[in-house]
């Protein structure tokens, strides 16, 4: 008698954390193209450098899908001396919307970003 509402809860705590755990491979994947970026002597080298990144890192990531990321990366416009790097990520794909349409759910756009400091200290 209980078993369904069980099995219910297990599908949907299964099904949150795959959306957090894509969360927090969006986070990871901004923080670690800031971080690649940071070897870039101006803005076209770590956009090339992010870009790279994006390019050969990203399939490792859990729960996200390369081809579902949108990356900006460029110079700050309120600070030059920080280079930012924004991650969105279409996560429609997750079975996180296969639950109950009534249940309040996350959005379907993942977003996340990043900032470094650049020229040296």
Request: aromatic share 10%.
């Amino acid at each position: 008698m209980l078993a369904p509402i069980f099995i219910l809860l297990l599908l949907g705590m299964v099904a949150y954390g795959i959306y957090f755990g894509a969360s927090h491979s969006v986070q990871q994947i901004a923080a670690d193209a800031a971080r690649t970026a940071i070897a870039g002597l101006n803005q076209t080298e770590r956009q090339a450098l992010v870009t790279d990144f994006i390019a050969h890192d990203v399939s490792d990531y859990p729960f996200v899908d390369p081809s579902k990321l949108t990356i900006n990366a460029q110079d700050s416009a309120a600070d030059g001396s920080q280079f930012v790097v924004s991650v969105s990520y279409d996560a429609r794909n997750l079975p996180i919307w296969n639950l109950f349409q009534k249940l309040p759910l996350p959005g379907t756009t993942i977003q996340s970003r990043s900032t470094i400091r650049v020229g040296g200290i």
